[in-house]
């Protein structure tokens, strides 16, 4: 079944809603990247108007910003400690935005999407 993030077919009361036009191409969704940790790899994708987005399905180190300091170090990826995105992405080690991963300089919180961006940034959590 494929994923279509089109206007819903129910109104807000239940009640069924008249349809206007009928699903276009350009209302599909794809699967999510769920990127995890490992050795880097990248998927190209054609998006509307030509335009690509690089999927990050593994990768293992991460550009961390120390807020004090506003220095960038690159560092490796050991372990992802917390995910508010899914409870159960922790224990499948898949980084999103916003969780909070190991490292050897300490916790790091993700900002950016590794799903979209094809890069993953972060700050250091006190």
Aim: aromatic residues 2%; proline residues 3%; positive net charge.
């Amino acid at each position: 079944m494929a994923i279509w993030q089109g206007k819903s077919l129910r109104r807000p009361s239940g009640a069924r809603a008249t349809q206007n036009k009928n699903k276009r191409n350009a209302e599909f969704g794809r699967d999510p990247a769920e990127t995890k940790i490992g050795d880097r790899k990248v998927k190209k994708i054609r998006t509307k108007g030509g335009n690509e987005k690089i999927r990050l399905t593994n990768a293992e180190r991460i550009n961390v910003v120390d807020p004090k300091t506003n220095k960038v170090q690159v560092t490796d990826i050991l372990n992802v400690i917390e995910n508010t995105a899914n409870t159960h992405f922790v224990r499948r080690n898949i980084i999103t935005k916003g969780a909070v991963v190991e490292t050897s300089l300490g916790k790091v919180k993700v900002t950016s999407r590794p799903g979209q961006d094809g890069v993953v940034n972060g700050v250091m959590v006190e």
